[in-house]
Nanobody, 123 residues
Framework: QVQLEQSGGGLVQAGGSLRLSCAAF????????MHWYRQAPGKQRELVGS???????NYADSVKGRFTISRDNAKNTVYLQMNSLKPEDTGVYFC?????????????????WGPGTQVTVSS
């Protein structure tokens, strides 16, 4: 089964930038969409943004204009570029590959989650 590996988290001052990566390992025929979620301490996991197989992106209102999602299909990797970071962006960030098929369109799709990476923004 496909597994996801995340990298790029860390500690940054408010106003700074970070770039998260999420790479898939294993055989992939197609992925419907890739999502980034985050979970702050004591809060529910929330959707940060998504990118479809055609490259269409959408973002939560709280990150619009500051965060950018991109994907490299050849590397089966999705990125989250985070600029103008705020303390309220602090949390654990998770990637999710939705609708993974390993060999053909006839296979039932499944979802895969990354392990999460900590992002801490200091004021």
């Amino acid at each position: 089964q496909v597994q996801l590996e995340q990298s790029g988290g860390g500690l940054v001052q408010a106003g700074g930038s970070l770039r998260l990566s999420c790479a898939a390992f294993g055989r992939i025929f197609s992925v419907n969409a890739m999502h980034w979620y985050r979970q702050a301490p004591g809060k529910q996991r929330e959707l940060v943004g998504s990118i479809t197989d055609s490259g269409t992106t959408n973002y939560a209102d709280s990150v619009k204009g500051r965060f950018t999602i991109s994907r490299d299909n050849a590397k089966n990797t999705v990125y989250l570029q985070m600029n103008s970071l705020k303390p309220e962006d602090t949390g654990v960030y998770f990637c999710d590959f939705e609708g993974v098929r390993e060999d053909s369109i006839w296979q039932p799709p499944y979802d895969v989650w990354g392990p999460g990476t900590q992002v801490t923004v200091s004021s």
